[in-house]
């Protein structure tokens, strides 16, 4: 039986009480811990940033040399630790963040990582078709941000086009996982893709029909 919701569970609890900015560091820190993504001295691109968890765990392990750039719609504070890091505020469907992103960083990054959701609005298959297109964006920042043989990270919301994007990500990289860490909520149909071996072979679709159109 599903257990009631509880947005106040242990892993809330938990990152409160150690200073992390939000739960999710909990989940990027066993998909790491699991699939090894994030090296010393890596240098990482983390979007939909904010509140900064993803940053937070990044920083504490990447050592110095390494580099966290945030981007995120909203403006966040920056985040402090071994590796280096800088944020910055901008819509990620925008040619004009990608050219930021690349005067930020010109040379490609060596991992890629996002723990993006939509505004949710109840409506599953609505939500599940935000989730996606957010994803395939990911996936355009892959082909152009991303290093052949580099791993890209993403929240996914699981439903009728999760096989599809599941098919594209693959065309992408030599290996495909699905995880879904302890720290997601039980009753969440969210699980994080995780491409492994970047080839930069495949194209993503330049755009994708809502369930409504």
């Not at 993006?116 to 935000?130: E, F």
């Amino acid at each position: 039986m599903t257990k009631p919701y509880n947005h106040r569970d242990k892993f809330f609890k938990k990152a409160k009480a150690s200073g992390l900015r939000a739960r999710s560091f909990f989940k990027i820190e066993e998909i790491d811990q699991r699939l090894h993504l994030l090296r010393p001295g890596m240098h990482v691109l983390d979007l939909g940033a904010a509140p900064g968890s993803f940053m937070q765990y990044a920083v504490r392990n990447l050592g110095h040399g390494g580099y966290v750039l945030g981007v995120d719609l909203s403006l966040m504070q920056p985040v402090g630790g071994l590796a280096k890091s800088e944020v910055l505020q901008g819509d990620i469907f925008t040619e004009e963040t990608h050219a930021l992103v690349r005067e930020k960083h010109p040379a490609p990054f060596d991992a890629v990582v996002s723990d993006l959701a939509p505004k949710t609005t109840g409506m599953k298959d609505v939500d599940h078709w935000s989730s996606i297109e957010l994803s395939y964006e990911v996936l355009r920042y892959a082909k152009e941000h991303l290093k052949r043989g580099g791993p890209c990270l993403m929240k996914v919301f699981q439903g009728e086009d999760f096989d599809r994007f599941l098919r594209h990500t693959k065309k992408l990289f030599r290996d495909v996982r699905i995880v879904k860490p302890d720290a997601t909520r039980d009753r969440s149909r969210e699980v994080y893709v995780v491409g492994l071996g970047f080839t930069g072979e495949g194209k993503t679709p330049k755009t994708i029909q809502s369930p409504t159109e």
